[in-house]
């Protein structure tokens, strides 16, 4: 399954964001799904994980910003995210955890 991210743009902030993921297959029976994010001249880390059982993870830095979820019937994974912040700029990728592969990702910057 390959995955393509969109949604990303230059927002201030504040400001709202909707990222997609879509799949090139059905992404109903995959059992874990998450968002990552990298800065400039940082690591790459885990935002948002979703489990098949449902189960959700936000890292501490977005937790009551974002929200996420996903559409099987469209084979998308979304990502929202509210009152952006300057510290959310980052090239922002899907992945099936833990064996995805990377895709070329969603810049979102946020300007103060």
């Known amino acids: 399954v390959q995955l393509v991210e969109s949604g990303g743009d230059l927002v201030q902030t504040g400001g709202s964001l909707r990222l997609s993921c879509a799949a090139s297959?059905?992404?109903?029976?995959?059992?874990?799904m998450g968002w990552y994010r990298q800065a400039p001249g940082k690591q790459r880390e885990l935002v948002a994980r979703?489990?098949?059982?449902?189960?959700?993870y936000y890292a501490d830095s977005v937790k009551g910003r974002v929200t996420i979820s996903k559409d099987n019937a469209k084979n998308t994974l979304y990502l929202q995210m509210n009152s952006l912040k300057p510290e959310d700029t980052a090239v922002y990728y899907c992945?099936?955890?833990?064996?995805?592969?990377w895709g070329q990702g969603t810049q979102v910057t946020v300007s103060s």
């Open positions: 992945k099936i955890i833990p064996l995805g592969s």
């Open positions: 297959g059905s992404i109903a029976s995959i059992s874990d």
């Open positions: 979703l489990t098949s059982s449902g189960l959700i």
